[in-house]
């Protein structure tokens, strides 16, 4: 099946600072989506980015499908923005990668 | 518009127990998937459901777990005589079709703890 491979695993940031995550996935596919799951549990839809590039307050993402990778960028993080962050990859079927911890220190 | 609503969102069963959770779809979805989350570890597809129609259910455990999705009423994942292995994150998803350009819409899951 496809594998789906997210870096870093764990992030540690100051408010304010700026990152980068990245998935990286072994197949062409349909669907890319971009979730986080915040400290209760709930998983939060970010993106649907199958390719091309997407902008939504301070997170940004862009899927290069040919190269199979995807990038999710936070800018001026929060500490809200703590959580682990998934990518997952299909078509009827996802699969998740096994998420970024990121820390936003105040 | 209601998104996904699963219920409940806290399950507690002994060993051996039954337990049945539901997931009712955005209204309009007639696509369905079910995730398992175990501790620590990302989610795991386990089943995909049409109304009335098991579509893929390679992610589903070979004995004691089964999923229907009635023509009326809510999607039901049911797990029989459960063991301490089944505490986990269950999370139900729908889309309106499968395919390019539908994104899969995520409830709040159901936290099952087993005694």
């Known amino acids: 099946g496809i594998q789906v491979e997210q870096s870093p695993p764990d992030l540690i940031l100051q408010e304010g600072a700026n990152s980068t995550l990245r998935c990286n996935f072994s197949?062409?596919?349909?669907?890319l989506q971009w979730f986080h799951q915040n400290p209760w549990g709930q998983l939060i839809n970010l993106f649907y980015?199958?390719?091309g590039t997407k902008q939504n307050g301070r997170l940004s993402a862009t899927t290069v499908a040919t190269e199979r990778y995807s990038l999710l960028y936070i800018s001026s993080s929060q500490t809200t923005d703590s959580g682990v962050y998934f990518c997952a990859v299909g078509d009827s079927r996802l699969t998740f990668g096994e998420g970024t911890q990121l820390t936003v220190n105040p | 518009n209601a998104g996904v609503m699963q219920n409940p969102r806290h399950l507690v069963r002994r060993r051996g127990q039954e337990a049945r959770l539901r997931c009712s779809p955005v209204k309009g979805h007639s696509h369905v998937y079910w995730y398992r989350q175990l501790p620590e570890e990302g989610l795991k597809f386990m089943v995909y459901?049409?109304?009335?129609?098991?579509?893929?259910e390679s992610g589903m455990p070979k004995e004691r777990f089964s999923a229907e999705f009635p023509k009326e009423g809510p999607s039901i994942l049911r797990i029989q005589q459960v063991v301490r292995g089944d505490s986990a994150a269950y999370f139900c998803?729908?889309?309106?079709?499968?395919?390019?350009?539908?994104?899969?819409?995520f409830g709040d899951g159901t936290r099952l703890s087993i005694l």
């Open positions: 197949d062409s596919v349909n669907n």
């Open positions: 459901l049409q109304k009335e129609n098991i579509i893929d």
């Open positions: 980015i199958p390719s």
């Open positions: 998803a729908s889309s309106p079709r499968t395919g390019a350009d539908q994104p899969q819409h």
